[in-house]
């Protein structure tokens, strides 16, 4: 089955940097990517997704790159802000009911 | 906007109780699903359900039931709680056939 491995496990960043989030997958059929953000006390809460017929996606501060080939992915925050501080996941999935999910990068970023 | 709501924020059960957690959506979402959250492990799938009175079994479902007799109603029954089973229990839904996955704000549950 899938495997997605994420990292790192923990990430401090200054307010105002940019921070990078990787993943990697390992069945070449996924064709699913999003990312989560869960904050203190709250579920996972989807900030951006991408399919695999498509190589980049941007929304705002936050973009998502693919990479097919290489089967890795990455989150991008840019300009980050003490309210991004949140656990990021990632997760693959060939259809909806076979996602899998990595194992979570705690982002601080500090002001 | 999408409203997946669960029952009890905080749980705690002694060994051997049956325990039930419920989740309830409110978008008319086909697909519903049972994670259990540990640190350092992600999400891992226990029971999803695509319609009504239909389950499959997903990475973890040793120790777990499901029920699914109303669209908008997903249950997980821990038939016998037991210490290992202390988790946080995350349940989500999403439209049949698409994606993504809306999550509720979980259920952390001690077994004592």
């Known amino acids: 089955g899938e495997n997605v491995e994420q990292h790192p496990s923990t990430l401090s960043v200054q307010e105002g940097d940019s921070a990078v989030i990787k993943c990697t997958y390992s069945?070449?059929?996924?064709?699913?990517f999003p990312w989560y953000k869960q904050e203190l006390g709250k579920g996972p809460q989807l900030i951006i997704d991408?399919?695999?017929?498509?190589g980049e996606k941007k929304d705002q501060r936050i973009a998502v790159t693919l990479n097919k080939t290489a089967k890795h992915f990455s989150l991008h925050i840019t300009e980050t802000q003490p309210e991004d501080s949140a656990v990021y996941f990632c997760?693959?999935?060939?259809?909806?009911?076979?996602?899998?999910f990595g194992a979570g990068t705690r982002l601080t970023v500090k002001p | 906007d999408v409203k997946v709501t669960q029952s009890s924020r905080y749980l705690v059960k002694r060994t051997g109780e049956k325990v039930f957690l419920e989740c309830v959506q409110d978008?008319?979402?086909?697909?519903m699903f049972w994670y259990r959250q540990d640190p350092g492990l992600g999400l891992r799938l226990i029971y999803f359900?695509?319609?009504?009175?239909?389950?499959e079994k997903g990475d973890i479902p040793e120790g777990y039931s499901v029920s699914r007799e109303k669209k908008e109603r997903f249950s997980l029954i821990l038939e016998s709680a037991s210490t290992n089973q202390t988790s946080m229990y995350l349940c989500?839904?999403?439209?049949?056939?698409?994606?993504?996955?809306?999550f509720g704000d979980g259920t952390r549950l001690s077994i004592l």
């Open positions: 989500a839904s999403s439209k049949g056939g698409e994606q993504p996955q809306h």
């Open positions: 069945d070449s059929a996924s064709n699913y």
């Open positions: 991408i399919r695999s017929n498509v």
């Open positions: 997760a693959a999935s060939i259809n909806n009911n076979d996602m899998r």
């Open positions: 978008m008319d979402h086909e697909n």
């Open positions: 359900s695509y319609d009504v009175k239909m389950k």
